[in-house]
């Protein structure tokens, strides 16, 4: 007993400082990742909570317009169409919250670097709730199985190293927020769904505590659902599960009356005060209630595909498992063949108890994923909630991988010796798991669509100082115009800012049409004195592009460049172009020329 402890707990030790590192890793992530990995993560969230925040009138600017905020910050139509299919709840929880903290402590800084970075420290935090329901998770695992070394061991190293925990957790993603109130929920229900011992005497203590953790389930159910209604998508199997366990005998069916009661009620309730909420943010006031998770399952239901693009239909289950959780993916689709196809051959370990308290989850999990594979539009952050349950069977497999697996001995090329010895497959899961995500991490964390943010957060000082020597006008307005580009976050620009700022969005659109709009935008503004300043933010492999359509009518002058830009659809072009991978850094930068269209007399001159 004496030697198991000495070699366990400098173990334990090593395993809590890595995980700590990985944390610190993470936060290092949020805070200075540069890519862009979807639109939605600033239009459903940081976009309109700096309007709600910086418009309510509490900011201490007097001089602020608050119409003006109302008007210029870019909302997206899930929140401004006819029925919303967005709760005001998610982007409160992950921005708004946020914002108002920080105007708490430095009201003086609200059109800075934070306003970037306070929603994705407020995501990073939120994601360590995650960090905790695993380490709960493998707690209760050992003791169950009266075991020292825990069945999923490995469940927070593996949940600690994944990609999404590196950027879709620490960015304010909806789905981040829905994976988080998921977990909270599912560590409520493990027990439930696996065993309920009615015959156990309870004191009155333990009674309400079980009582209050089914009111707090209630209410999460409540949260989850307004976050996302797909969140019910990921409950529901769950609560199947635990009603099988109930329905055996009279007395727990009564138990489990009771306690459905419960978490109705509290569902009840909590759902009912956010749609009144919501009513009021929607300012509806023909409607006491505004129930947006409705609207948003009918939106996807009858327009997802049309609107976001078609997938094909098994494509989670297939393909976007893989994506979001890689290697980890396929040792749960392997657990769910043994407990299936080859049932008969694995009687011993089917009939573990171990693998029968992973049985809900297993199921649980790839019941949900083939409920979202029905669905037209697939994107891979949508089965986000479910990488705690396929990490938790992922670590049961790697662990028995483990024990199951010969040391392969290891030979001293100096003592010519033969000592410990090497699990071969064991470490090639290890391998390729950092591997995999290590490289995603940095792909979507730091390279796809990057530096947007940064151009953002530096375009005032283009409007106002656009020769760069320091003495600008501050009264300057530029109209930016971002081309071949994610649409920029105009929030950014913060509340002073966008007063002198004007983004236009021309997306994929051909040069011949950018030039256009651009030559009728600078005659309409000949008249109206609107913009001083006109630029451009494009990759640079584009500009050539612009050149040449403007010719000799516009003069395009480089005014910076931000190294780190992959653009998939950009480099493509680029790869037909030039008939192979381009190799120039021009490829992976992004750039900012500020364009002068030129009058008939200056284009003659040059």
């Known amino acids: 007993m004496t030697t198991t402890t000495t070699i366990t707990k400098p173990t334990n030790a090593r395993l809590l400082i890595l995980h700590c590192v990985l944390v610190l890793l993470r936060f290092v992530s949020a805070m200075f990742g540069t890519g862009y990995v979807h639109p939605d993560e600033h239009f459903q969230s940081i976009q309109p909570a700096f309007r709600d925040v910086f418009s309510s009138g509490?900011?201490?600017?007097?001089?602020?317009?608050?119409?003006?905020?109302?008007?210029?910050?870019?909302?997206?139509?899930?929140?401004?169409?006819?029925?919303?299919?967005?709760?005001?709840?998610?982007?409160?929880?992950?921005?708004?919250?946020?914002?108002?903290?920080?105007?708490?402590?430095?009201?003086?800084?609200?059109?800075?670097?934070?306003?970037?970075?306070?929603?994705?420290?407020?995501?990073?935090?939120?994601?360590?709730?995650?960090?905790?329901?695993?380490?709960?998770?493998?707690?209760?695992?050992?003791?169950?199985?009266?075991n020292?070394?825990?069945?999923?061991?490995?469940?927070?190293?593996?949940?600690?190293?994944?990609?999404?925990?590196?950027?879709?957790?620490?960015?304010?993603?909806?789905?981040?927020?829905?994976?988080?109130?998921?977990?909270?929920?599912?560590?409520g229900m493990m027990d439930s769904t696996t065993t309920y011992r009615s015959n156990e005497k309870k004191t009155a203590k333990e009674g309400l505590k079980e009582d209050v953790v089914l009111v707090l389930r209630g209410a999460l159910i409540a949260v989850g659902i307004f976050v996302r209604f797909t969140f019910a998508i990921f409950v529901a199997p769950l609560m199947v599960f635990e009603s099988f366990r109930f329905l055996q005998t009279p007395k727990l069916m009564m138990e489990f009356l009771r306690r459905s009661s419960?978490?109705?009620?509290?569902?009840?309730?909590?759902?009912?005060?956010?749609?009144?909420?919501?009513?009021?943010?929607?300012?509806?006031?023909?409607?006491?209630?505004?129930?947006?998770?409705?609207?948003?399952?009918?939106?996807?239901?009858?327009?997802?595909?049309?609107?976001?693009?078609?997938?094909?239909?098994?494509?989670?289950?297939?393909?976007?498992?893989?994506?979001?959780?890689?290697?980890?993916?396929?040792?749960?689709?392997?657990?769910?063949?043994?407990?299936?196809?080859?049932?008969?051959?694995?009687?011993?370990?089917?009939?573990?108890?171990?693998?029968?308290?992973?049985?809900?989850?297993?199921?649980?999990?790839?019941?949900?994923?083939?409920?979202?594979?029905?669905?037209?539009?697939?994107?891979?952050?949508?089965?986000?909630?479910?990488?705690?349950?396929?990490?938790?069977?992922?670590?049961?497999?790697?662990?028995?991988?483990?024990?199951?697996?010969?040391?392969?001995?290891?030979?001293?090329?100096?003592?010519?010796?033969?000592?410990?010895?090497?699990?071969?497959?064991?470490?090639?899961?290890?391998?390729?798991?950092?591997?995999?995500?290590a490289s995603v991490t940095i792909f979507y964390g730091f390279a796809h669509q990057a530096r947007i943010s940064s151009v953002v957060l530096d375009l005032p000082s283009f409007a106002t100082d656009p020769d760069g020597v320091g003495s600008g006008n501050r009264g300057a307005k530029a109209l930016v115009a971002f081309w071949r580009t994610y649409p920029p976050p105009n929030a950014f620009l913060g509340k002073d800012a966008m007063k002198s700022i004007a983004i236009k969005e021309h997306s994929q659109e051909s040069a011949e049409r950018f030039t256009h709009s651009m030559k009728v935008i600078d005659k309409n503004n000949k008249s109206k004195k609107e913009y001083d300043y006109y630029y451009v933010v494009a990759p640079e492999t584009s500009i050539q592009s612009l050149k040449d359509a403007f010719g000799e009518e516009a003069l395009l002058t480089m005014k910076k460049q931000y190294l780190g830009h992959f653009n998939v659809e950009e480099l493509a072009r680029e790869i037909i172009r030039q008939r192979g991978l381009p190799f120039s850094l021009d490829a992976y930068t992004l750039s900012v020329y500020e364009i002068e269209v030129l009058s008939s007399n200056d284009a003659q001159d040059r």
């Open 262 to 437: 419960i978490v109705a009620v509290s569902f009840a309730v909590v759902a009912s005060a956010i749609a009144k909420l919501d009513a009021k943010y929607y300012e509806r006031t023909e409607e006491e209630f505004y129930f947006a998770p409705w609207h948003a399952l009918v939106y996807n239901v009858k327009f997802a595909g049309k609107h976001h693009g078609e997938h094909f239909r098994l494509t989670h289950l297939m393909l976007n498992g893989f994506v979001l959780f890689g290697p980890a993916y396929a040792l749960c689709v392997w657990k769910l063949i043994k407990e299936t196809v080859l049932k008969k051959k694995n009687t011993k370990e089917n009939g573990s108890e171990t693998s029968q308290s992973l049985r809900p989850i297993l199921y649980s999990s790839f019941a949900s994923i083939a409920v979202l594979s029905i669905s037209s539009h697939q994107e891979a952050r949508f089965l986000l909630p479910a990488m705690l349950p396929v990490l938790t069977v992922a670590s049961y497999e790697l662990a028995r991988l483990y024990e199951n697996e010969t040391p392969v001995a290891v030979k001293d090329k100096d003592t010519n010796k033969t000592s410990g010895g090497v699990r071969v497959k064991f470490s090639l899961f290890w391998l390729v798991w950092v591997t995999f995500n």
């Open 58 to 146: 509490g900011e201490t600017d007097e001089t602020q317009s608050t119409t003006t905020v109302k008007e210029l910050t870019h909302i997206p139509w899930e929140f401004t169409a006819k029925m919303p299919v967005r709760s005001s709840i998610a982007h409160a929880l992950m921005a708004s919250v946020p914002y108002r903290i920080w105007l708490k402590i430095s009201p003086t800084r609200s059109s800075t670097w934070w306003l970037f970075a306070a929603p994705r420290a407020m995501m990073t935090l939120y994601s360590l709730i995650v960090d905790f329901v695993a380490i709960t998770i493998v707690k209760r695992i050992s003791d169950k199985a009266q």
């Open 148 to 187: 020292t070394s825990s069945p999923v061991r490995y469940l927070p190293l593996l949940l600690a190293t994944s990609w999404p925990m590196f950027v879709i957790h620490a960015r304010p993603f909806s789905n981040g927020m829905e994976a988080t109130i998921f977990a909270m929920v599912l560590i």
